[in-house]
T-cell receptor
Framework: AQTVTQSQPEMSVQEAETVTLSCTYD???????LFWYKQPPSRQMILVIR??????QNATENRFSVNFQKAAKSFSLKISDSQLGDTAMYFC????????????FGQGTRLTINP | ETGVTQSPTHLIKTRGQQVTLRCSSQ?????VSWYQQALGQGPQFIFQ???????GRGNFPPRFSGLQFPNYSSELNVNALELDDSALYLC????????????????FGAGSRLTVL
């Protein structure tokens, strides 16, 4: 079974600063996908960024980037130039390459961006 | 394109009752998944439906059941409600069979918050 661990329950930074959220996972699979989802108070899960395990290049989406270390089973999210609208719960998630599209989520990190 | 819509947004039930939650998938999507998110926790996979059949199930008892309709909308039914069933229930849709790049990423609805008293 796969597990995802987020060791930072809460983080807080000032607007415009850079923040890194940590995530580790455990799996015996070789091909899989990793995701970061954002859940604002509106409750809807919003995809922030995704990474395919067979790609060595780290994914980047505007101010969001990941540091994917496959051997260490680590998948951290870096948010640059943080904005007030980035305040939300952030979940790291794992999905196997084949079979049902089952996401395995971590416990989440509550990120607060202060003005 | 329309997103994933869920109803009702909030509901309160008493222990032992039954509940039905509904989900309309995003236009063009053919697969629906359901997740349970307890307060302060990450979502947990309940099951997924593809072509109107269950296609994968998480560690949930049989009193959690579902349906997918020909228009790809879905229902989640929970019988004999227990206090621990109080949670946010999230529906997500995706397209299976298309190219990976963005086509089968899950799109989530805003959820139905169930309170069991």
């Amino acid at each position: 079974a796969q597990t995802v661990t987020q060791s930072q329950p809460e983080m807080s930074v000032q607007e415009a600063e850079t923040v890194t959220l940590s995530c580790t996972y455990d799996t015996s699979e070789n091909n899989y996908y990793l995701f970061w989802y954002k859940q604002p108070p509106s409750r809807q899960m919003i995809l922030v960024i995704r990474q395919e395990a067979y790609k060595q290049q780290n994914a980047t989406e505007n101010r969001f980037s990941v540091n994917f270390q496959k051997a260490a089973k680590s998948f951290s999210l870096k948010i640059s130039d943080s904005q007030l609208g980035d305040t939300a719960m952030y979940f790291c998630a794992f999905m196997k390459h084949r079979g049902a599209q089952k996401l395995v989520f971590g416990q989440g990190t509550r990120l607060t961006i202060n003005p | 394109e329309t997103g994933v819509t869920q109803s009702p947004t909030h509901l309160i039930k008493t222990r032992g009752q039954q509940v039905t939650l509904r989900c309309s998938s995003q236009s063009g999507h053919n697969t629906v998944s359901w997740y349970q998110q307890a307060l302060g926790q990450g979502p947990q996979f309940i099951f997924q439906y593809y072509r109107e059949e269950e296609n994968g199930r998480g560690n949930f008892p049989p009193r959690f059941s579902g349906l997918q309709f020909p228009n790809y909308s879905s229902e989640l039914n929970v019988n004999a409600l227990e206090l621990d069933d109080s949670a946010l229930y999230l529906c997500a849709s995706s397209l299976v069979g298309g190219a990976w790049d963005g086509a089968n990423v899950l799109t989530f609805g805003a959820g139905s918050r169930l309170t069991v008293l």
